[in-house]
């Protein structure tokens, strides 16, 4: 899935973590914190914190290894991350 944030009453949240380390939270193949939420498949707004999240199906190629959804996949097999820890067991 694809996730986009908008921490609108809670800024602060903004920058305390990368889009990496909340795409590893989320357990999820994309992760964005925005200003403005996209067209999602669907939408959720937290009255409690103020923080608006959509979600998405990912329509790149799935990582065999990782089960992430990944542009890459289509040309190497395997997305960059596994690319690379494949590599560095050799």
Avoid: Y
Avoid at 16 to 41: G, N, Q
Avoid at 51 to 57: E, M, P
Avoid at 72 to 86: F, G, H, I, P, S
């Amino acid at each position: 899935a694809s996730v986009w944030m908008r921490p609108s009453d809670v800024s602060e949240l903004k920058g305390k973590l990368d889009d990496k380390l909340w795409e590893t939270v989320s357990i999820v193949s994309s992760f964005k914190v925005v200003d403005a939420l996209p067209a999602a498949d669907i939408c959720h707004e937290d009255e409690a914190t103020g923080i608006h999240v959509g979600v998405s199906r990912n329509a790149d190629p799935k990582c065999p290894r990782c089960w992430k959804h990944r542009a890459e996949v289509a040309q190497q097999e395997v997305c960059n991350r596994c690319k690379e820890a494949l590599a560095s067991e050799r």
